[in-house]
């Protein structure tokens, strides 16, 4: 069987939504145009993408670009389904129109992760029975996606509800099949998880990748009790796949041994000005292409 992957990267590098001071002066332009040229087939949407299809199409035709996927701010945690439905539906409609893989779903309900005065140690934590309702309200949310044509990916993240590996575990238990996982290196390793035991355990519930790489050094010297999520990415410890400590060709292995096909996304919260975006796009996906190929796949134009 000879594995699909298309290559794809998120304007984060270029523009940071939660850190305006990190390149809020570049214009989606730049950032699109500098994601072609690096060699993407595709881009995440970000806050200065158009909100509309016929806005947002011709926009990413001219710069001969595919729209991958989003991130989406859950609050299911506090919310009840229908209005979640009701406030997701723009976006919904736009991922559909504009042919989306998927809507990379964040849980937003309390988080810490855009807060650069709560310390990481002070996430919220979900009860057994928390994560159970939890569960049941996403499922549901998960299959109105499906039906409308866009599946969910759900995003662990730093400085949220469903951070490390217990919290995934627990997630995966309490919900049904439509709730994809997103499986997101950078975010694993800084959550003290290793990327390929999730991919042994949840390999099959695997809809997404983003490939962000860690600097260890930077890692360490963090202090959860006192550092924010936003004061470690000031701190630089993200950076592409080719940069940090993460083994790219051991997980990308581990992915083509488990089946997975679809969007590889570089993702890597940075200054631009320190790490310029097109140079370090380039970086990330030089190295995801020759892990990618050296495991088997075969990039692909179109519907996977």
């Known amino acids: 069987m000879v594995l699909k992957a298309k290559l794809g990267i998120a304007p984060i590098a270029w523009s940071n939504d939660d850190l305006p001071q990190l390149g809020g002066e570049t214009s989606l332009a730049t950032c699109l145009f500098e994601s072609h040229l690096a060699g993407f087939q595709g881009v995440e949407t ?10 947002l199409k011709p926009t990413l035709k001219y710069f001969q670009l595919e729209l991958v996927s989003g991130w989406y701010s859950g609050t299911l945690l506090d919310n009840s389904l229908n209005e979640e439905i009701s406030r997701s539906l723009p976006q919904m409609q736009l991922f559909r129109d504009c042919g989306a893989a998927c809507l990379v779903y964040g849980e937003t309900a309390g988080t810490i992760q855009n807060r650069q005065n709560v310390p990481l140690a002070e996430r919220r934590r979900l009860s057994d029975a928390e994560i159970s309702e939890y569960g049941d309200k996403l499922s549901r949310f998960a299959a109105f996606c499906k039906d409308f044509g866009v599946p969910l990916a ?26 994809g ?37 930077v890692l360490n010297g963090i202090d959860r009790h006192k550092d924010s999520f936003l004061d470690a990415v000031l701190k630089g410890v993200y950076t592409v796949p080719g940069d940090g400590s993460i083994d790219f060709t051991a997980v990308i292995n581990k992915l083509a041994a488990i089946g997975y096909q679809g969007w590889f996304v570089v993702e890597a919260e940075q200054d631009p000005a320190k790490a310029p975006p097109l140079e370090y796009a380039r970086l990330g996906y030089n190295t995801l292409c020759k892990a990618l190929s050296a495991a088997g796949y075969r990039y692909t134009e179109g519907d996977i």
Request: aromatic fraction near 6%; glycine fraction near 8%; proline fraction near 3%.
């Open 46 to 55: 970000g806050g200065k993408f158009p909100k509309t299809s016929e806005e």
């Open 181 to 217: 996982l997103l499986f997101d290196t950078g975010h694993l390793v800084f959550a003290g998880v290793d990327p390929v035991r999730v991919l042994e355990k949840h390999g099959d519930r695997i809809i997404h990748v983003h490939t962000k790489d860690v600097r260890s050094d």
């Open 154 to 179: 759900f995003h662990h993240h730093m400085g949220t509800a469903i951070e490390d590996e217990q919290d995934i575990d627990r997630l995966m238990a309490a919900t049904s099949k439509d709730v």
